[in-house]
C-alpha cells in the first residue's frame, strides 16, 4: 500500500494484477497533466496516474499548469476547480484561448469538493467534459477518465 504522509484521504493500493485487469493497454501511451494546488492530493494523483499511463505532468497552480499543457500537449487535462488565485475555470479558458488544435480539444476534467446539482451544472455549462466529485476512489477516477476519452 503506499501512503502519502498526513493524508489518510489519499491512502493508495495498487495491486499489479488490478491494474492489468482494471486499465486498459492503451492508457499507457497518455499524457495526463494535473493542476492541483493541495500537495497531498497532487501526490496522489501523480502516483496512482504514474502506474498506468506514460507521463503524468503536475502542477500547483493556473499559471504552471498552463506552461504544463504548452509545454506537454498533454492527451487529457484534470483540474481542481477551487484553487488560491485563479481557478478551474480560468485555466479551462486560458487553455482554449491558446493557439494550438491541440489545446483547445484537450478534454479537461473538473475535481472538486464542492458537488451539487447546481456546481456540475455549472461545470459543464463553462465546457468541461467531465466533473469528479472528491474524494474520489481509482474506480471512479479510471471511469472519468474513459468516459471522456471515448467521447
Known sequence: M???AGCEA???EIISSWRQTMWPAHLSNLTIAVVEDH???RKYLA??????????VVARNVSEGLEAIKKSKPD???TDIRMPGADGFELLREVRALGSDSARNVPVI???ALFTRADRVRILDAGFQGCLPKPFTPDKLLEAILKVLNE
Open 2 to 4: 503506499f501512503k502519502i
Open 10 to 12: 489519499c491512502e493508495l
Open 39 to 41: 500537495d497531498d492530493a
Open 47 to 56: 502516483l496512482f496516474l504514474s502506474q498506468v499511463v506514460g507521463k503524468v
Open 76 to 78: 487529457l487535462v484534470l
Open 110 to 112: 473538473a475535481m472538486t
